[in-house]
């Protein structure tokens, strides 16, 4: 006995029964090899050496420091500050910073231990001068960091730190 359609005994597949069984499949294997090439289990993820990155024009940004300076640096952690901001005829806000030294040697940091309450009193003194607009954006607080930079030299002299490093920055 023929069916309706008039074939004699066989079904037709659907669409959707043809994505399900072809297209998935190939789909899942293709997604499976993109991550096993990813996690470098066939060795597609490796990362170059410090010396290929010097070759392709990247290894001098590596062995030098945020400002130039060759070797990689020690980093000395201060307390963290609570400043009040200069209000600017608005209610008072206050400011909570976490901030790291960059020392180009160790031999430096009894140096710039020694000075600690000189820099700290640098930092308090221009920080207390800002306003919570001067805060806004990378732009300001990369001035602020230049800023730092320069008090914390000046007090350190002739030690020189490389960078002043922000851990945490909050405004209250």
Not at 93 to 112: F, G, H, I, S
Not at 118 to 129: A, H, M, S, T, Y
Request: glycine share 14%; hydrophobic share 40%; net charge negative.
């Amino acid at each position: 006995m023929a069916d309706e359609d008039g074939g004699e005994g066989k079904k037709k597949t659907s669409g959707k029964k043809l994505i399900l069984l072809i297209v998935l499949p190939i789909l899942l294997l293709a997604g499976a090899g993109a991550g096993v090439y990813f996690s470098g289990l066939l060795g597609g993820g490796e990362e170059p050496s410090v010396e290929g990155a010097a070759e392709g024009g990247h290894g001098e940004a590596a062995k030098e420091g945020a400002h130039g300076a060759p070797g990689i640096g020690h980093y000395l952690a201060l307390a963290p500050m609570n400043v009040s901001l200069n209000p600017g005829g608005r209610r008072q806000q206050y400011l909570k910073m976490q901030l790291t030294l960059e020392l180009t040697k160790v031999e430096d940091q009894p140096a710039v231990e020694a000075v600690m309450p000189r820099i700290v009193d640098n930092f308090q003194v221009f920080l207390r001068e800002l306003r919570v607009e001067e805060l806004q954006g990378s732009e300001g607080v990369y001035r602020i960091r230049e800023e730092l930079l320069a008090r914390v030299n000046k007090a350190t002299a002739p030690v020189q730190v490389r960078d002043v490093l922000f851990q945490e920055i909050v405004i209250q």
